[in-house]
């Protein structure tokens, strides 16, 4: 069947496509912008040249960054972070998500109602600060892990999956003699990967990006995470640009001001690296909904 | 009882993790009994003593309550208004797009700074932005316009506050929807084209009654959140000239709660915010119910 489009559905599509393709733009632009602040000269970023491509190639910045060293040691804390972190997240989601996901579950309901009161109501941040030091986790990734181990949010994403997945699958299972757990393992969890890739990716990135927890909890330095690292970067010198009206000591903000960047783009790669592979599974994995039923 | 045996597997999986919400969700919750108490560390909680409404009464007559409360509610009021309705417009046009080459680079390229950490989109706002070396500044420049100092303007800084949400997270939030007008029927819309209706009549009856009950629901998270402005994105931002404008609830419970270990006083703070956040979320869910659509419960 094929319609004639209208005059006016015309413009509609190619206003659309020129719309979006706005959007994009300027949302990459800045990205692009600090990549090649990252590659200039000193004297470039100070008079305000670099746009879309380094002027003056160099890469003094990305060395001076890895001279540094500690760059290392907290890109290193920020992988274990988020790779333990975001193992224990996706066991504990499916741990909690699975028996939910089952209608016949005797006290189903109230357990549901309990679970998701705290998405709802929370002790805040001093209560929360005080257990993890009461349980003496202070300067311990544990003071990260613990507290956050399941995510009600996400664990409803996974529930509403997994109720997704026909019965009929699991009671042919069960005829066969198979227990609940070998059932999960076995049948459900292949079947699954949308949604776990979905989840491992919002809690990775959660791990990844975490700044707040990591400052007030991890007090010694060589322990600390990237964004930590950076921030303590950023602010040595954010307040020479805040107020570069007089910008007249360049020779001293040159480096710092390229350092940030290459900073930046460091700290960033890794998690673009991760992201196409985990791209293709967002749409099917993410459905949320009603929580009753 | 029977039904207990036959699923004590999932109990058992269920169990370690409902203790998880004992100890780090109930215990804390516990805890805001403080609030009502002087606490200090060395005496702990239960030995500490009661003082009343004391730190509420210090709360609710200090005028630094009412100005980050004024800056929580006002930065959350705009975002409610230009950022919300973002994600779901894009969806729509993104729906709109045959070519599915352009259509997947414009997502993968929207969704990019949502997992970029607000440590760094921090840094490169104040970058791109600097009076000096930034970009957009080289840009007005080109018109001929005087450089603005906008990370130190009252006026520029909640602009730049929800530009910056925008950024982040408006592209990422259009999966929640495009997920949901997946989920629409195919047969409805072949229906309304026999039926002669055009892209905008498609959109209004067909797309948008499909993917109300996600709007509502996010709508419902949303209006949880009016008292809590994420700590990060504002910390990041925000600067001594912008105070008056940029210190919300939770930074202000940071720097007088932690840094300035002031714990009770925070928790009863604290306590208010989590009272009103309830009353938020759960009223706009009954409003939500009142008006036909399932809700969050």
Redesign the interface.
Known sequence: ?H?KQ?MS?RV??VV??L???L??V???F??I??LA?SLSSGRA??S?E??LWPVEWNLSSYRTLWQDGQMFVALKNSVIITVVGTAINMV?TI??A???S?K???GRSI?TK???F??????????????V??LGLMNTYGALW?????SV?NMTIMLNFFRGIPDSLEEAAQIDGA???YI?VKLILPLSMPVIATLTLFYA?GW?????NVM?YITSSDKVSM??K??QM?NTI?DT??N??E?VQAQEKMVP?GI??AA?VV??VP??CV??FL?KY???G???????G | MRSLIYDRYLYLLMLPILFYFVIFKYLPMLGLVMAFKDFNLTMGIIDSPWVGLKHFERLFSSPDFYQILRNTLLLNVYSILFYFPVPIILSLLLNEVKNRVFKKTVQSILYIPYFISWVVLGGIIISLLSPSTGVVNAILKLFHIEPIYFMKSTFWWPVVYVLSSIWQSAGWGTIIYMAAITGIDAEQYEAALIDGANKWQQVWHITLPGIRSTIAIMLILRMGQMLDVGFEQVYMLQNDAVHSVSEVISTYEYRIGLAGAQYSYTTALGLFKSVIGLILITSTNKVVNLLGEDGLW
């Open positions: 069947m319609i209208s559905e509609f599509y659309n496509y719309f979006l393709a959007c994009a300027v949302t990459i800045p990205f912008n600090i602040t970023i100070m305000g670099v746009f504990g741990m909690i699975y028996p939910l089952k016949r579950l005797r357990i309990f679970i998701v705290t998405m709802l109501f929370n002790g805040g941040l001093i209560p929360n600060f005080i257990l030091k009461m613990f507290p956050a181990i399941v949010y227990n609940e757990i999960l990135v990844w990006n975490n700044y707040f007030i964004t930590v950076l921030m950023i954010s640009m805040l570069s009206g910008g001001e940030k960047a930046i700290s960033t998690i673009l992201y196409p791209q967002f749409v099917k993410v459905m949320i909904g009603s929580l009753k």
